[in-house]
């Protein structure tokens, strides 16, 4: 069965900070993967994905997400954190064939402490 | 940059009383997509719509459930009858063609049934 698993309900860090989230994912074959972020009472915002090609993938604010196929993982990253990160994260997989429903993790809620 | 756009905002239904929630997908877009949210849970996928039918479902989409596009440009998703666990943060999403271009959901109607 299809599942993706975000292992850190909720993570502090201090402005300026790094930061790393992570995601691992159940899935019979390699599929898309994606990170959304959704700040207090909004939607959810595409921050990045990967299809295929370079592991390393950049996205927006900053953002940055690695995928390690040896270790089902996608996790995201960001050097150097900002009070207006502080948001739920959500990766999210997808197949790699045809346009059919995402799969999300529990999310990892972001506090950023001043 | 396009946006979809959901209405309202915000809603509050008595049990047992019908609601239509109303998405209006980016235009050029040819897949459709619901997803709910319970508080503090995880994004869950409801139903997919393409060619004007629903194209996939998941297992909490049952008869209360319908989806509709109605008029070419509007995409609702119809809850003929609340009951109080239907409360959530309903999402609407589309996407061009396949998944190259990643969902873009729109910032979401939050259902509270009392």
């Known amino acids: 069965a299809q599942s993706v698993t975000q292992p850190d309900i909720h993570i502090t860090v201090s402005e300026g900070a790094s930061l790393e989230l992570r995601c691992n994912y159940s899935?019979?074959?390699?599929?898309?993967l994606f990170w959304y972020v959704q700040s207090p009472g909004q939607g959810l915002q595409l921050l990045l994905k990967?299809?295929?090609?370079?592991?390393l993938v950049q996205g927006i604010k900053g953002f940055e997400a690695e995928f390690k196929r040896s270790q089902s993982s996608f996790n995201l990253r960001k050097p150097s954190v900002h009070w207006s990160d502080a948001a739920e994260y959500f990766c999210?997989?997808?197949?790699?064939?045809?346009?059919?429903?995402?799969?999300f993790g529990q999310g990892t809620r972001l506090t950023i402490n001043p | 940059e396009p946006e979809v756009t959901q209405t309202p905002s915000h809603q509050v239904t008595q049990m047992g009383q019908e609601v239509i929630l109303r998405c209006v997908p980016i235009?050029?877009?040819?897949?459709f997509y619901w997803y709910r949210q319970i508080l503090g849970q995880k994004v869950e996928f409801l139903v997919s719509?393409?060619?004007?039918?629903?194209?996939?479902k998941s297992e909490i989409f049952d008869d209360q459930f319908s989806v509709e596009r109605p008029d070419g440009s509007n995409f609702t998703l119809k809850i003929r009858s609340t009951k109080l666990e239907d409360s959530a943060m309903y999402f609407c999403?589309?996407?061009?063609?396949?998944?190259?271009?990643?969902?873009?959901f729109g910032s979401g109607t939050r259902l509270t049934v009392v």
């Open positions: 719509f393409y060619n004007n039918e629903i194209s996939e």
């Open positions: 999403a589309s996407i061009a063609t396949g998944m190259n271009y990643g969902y873009t």
């Open positions: 990967y299809f295929s090609g370079d592991t």
């Open positions: 235009s050029n877009h040819l897949y």
């Open positions: 899935y019979g074959a390699t599929p898309y």
């Open positions: 999210a997989v997808g197949p790699p064939q045809g346009a059919q429903k995402l799969v």
